[in-house]
């Protein structure tokens, strides 16, 4: 714990034309994994376009260490199947957040990001300050299916105590 950094607050929004893993739909969570650490949203029942809008609290040590979602199709008599995958860095938004911005008008956008080969990004993902606070929008194209993707929402969290950034 005294590597601590803060926490990465990931609002897990909705997930965009998913695959079809049943016979036609699909019962969709999504799991979010940093290093050792892993959280999973709640299954949304016969649904290609879910709304989870459910809250993952990660601890972060290193902030150079990517993000990983997997979404899967709950299946009650066999293993979940696979629905794809996605990385995303956090490494910009920590930039920002050390950057200890202050009194700007809400939704001013800060940095973007564009979609490349290197990352999942479906489209520019902005890093705004947004009622007091820095926030970074993602929409994450799935990698290893045929179709979906992920809308996310990334909020710093400052502890007490911690080594902060």
Request: charged share 30%; proline share 4%.
């Amino acid at each position: 714990m005294e590597n601590l950094m803060g926490l990465l607050r990931i609002h897990v929004l909705r997930g965009v034309d998913l695959a079809v893993r049943d016979v036609s739909s699909s019962d969709p969570y999504v799991v979010v994994k940093m290093g050792k650490q892993k959280l999973k949203t709640r299954v949304v029942k016969q649904n290609i376009n879910p709304e989870w809008n459910d809250d993952l609290t990660l601890s972060v040590v290193d902030p150079k260490q990517a993000v990983l979602i997997r979404v899967y199709d709950k299946d009650t008599f066999s293993l979940d199947d696979k629905m794809g995958d996605a990385e995303f860095d956090i490494s910009q938004f920590i930039e920002v957040v050390k950057m200890r911005l202050d009194n700007l008008p809400s939704g001013t956008i800060i940095r973007k990001i564009q979609p490349t080969r290197e990352n999942c990004l479906a489209e520019e993902s902005c890093i705004v300050w947004a009622n007091g606070k820095v926030v970074q929008n993602l929409f994450l194209r799935l990698r290893h299916v045929e179709t979906g993707e992920v809308e996310l929402q990334l909020e710093w969290i400052d502890i007490p105590g911690s080594r902060g950034l």
